[in-house]
């Protein structure tokens, strides 16, 4: 079973600053199952990436998703109010599979 | 719009049952396969159950196999998760999403209906 692990743990930034996520899979994986989800207090989450790096419906491009095999990054450019939340990797094999999430907050 | 309305949680006791519900609506919900995914309070997400848009290819994680069932009415625009020999561990918000066919990815939740698991 693939584990995903996502660093850091918590990212401190200001609101206009940008900010680049980590997510490391335990063995390589199919960049096409490879999504990432922001998820505010209270909230559903909300799909962002899909595909390790096709946008999902109205997203805006401040948010950016590359990598491939083993690394994958979710890159946040021009933080605005809203970014502060946790953002989770995500990955099919043959489960479904989270990563531990990276909470952005306010530095 | 394009909403799902998850229902039937509350507090129950270890070893009982709960049937949740997930009412879509605003598109075909045979077009779509759909996954419950659960949140333990403070927790991080955990993927549950997975069922294919005609109901035919299901899939469950190891922690709920043999204890929750899921299913589906396209007709009525609804999935659902019977849950049985429920644990504390279970307590968790419930999530249901849909999956356009073949994305590996959810780009619609639900708001989450929250089960407790408790004597």
């Known amino acids: 079973e693939i584990v995903l692990t996502q660093s850091p743990g918590t990212l401190s930034l200001s609101p206009g600053e940008g900010g680049t996520l980590s997510c490391r899979a335990s063995?390589?994986?199919?960049?096409?199952?490879l999504a990432w989800y922001q998820q505010k207090p209270g909230q559903a989450p909300r799909l962002l990436i899909y595909?390790?790096?096709t946008r999902a419906t109205g997203i805006p491009d401040r948010f950016s998703g590359s990598g491939s095999g083993t690394d994958f990054t979710l890159t946040i450019t021009r933080l605005e109010p809203e970014d502060f939340a946790v953002y989770y990797c995500?990955?099919?094999?043959?489960?479904?599979?989270f990563g531990p999430g990276t909470k952005v907050d306010i530095k | 719009q394009v909403q799902l309305v998850e229902s039937g949680g509350g507090l129950v006791k270890p070893g009982g049952s709960l049937r949740l519900s997930c009412a879509a609506s605003?598109?075909?919900?045979?077009?779509?396969?759909m996954s419950w995914i659960r949140q333990a309070p403070g927790k991080g997400l955990e993927w549950v159950s997975y069922?294919?848009?005609?109901?035919?290819?299901?899939y469950y994680a190891d922690s709920v196999k043999g204890r929750f069932t899921i299913s589906r009415d396209n007709a009525k625009n609804s999935m659902y998760l019977q849950m049985s020999s429920l644990r504390a561990e279970d307590t968790a918000v419930y999530y249901c999403?849909?999956?356009?066919?073949?994305?590996?990815?959810?780009?619609?939740w639900g708001q989450g209906t929250l089960v407790t698991v408790s004597s």
């Open positions: 999403a849909r999956e356009p066919g073949g994305s590996l990815s959810w780009d619609y």
């Open positions: 605003g598109f075909t919900l045979s077009d779509y396969y």
């Open positions: 069922i294919s848009s005609s109901g035919t290819t299901i």
């Open positions: 063995q390589s994986v199919i960049s096409g199952r």
């Open positions: 595909g390790a790096s």
């Open positions: 995500h990955h099919y094999d043959t489960s479904f599979t």
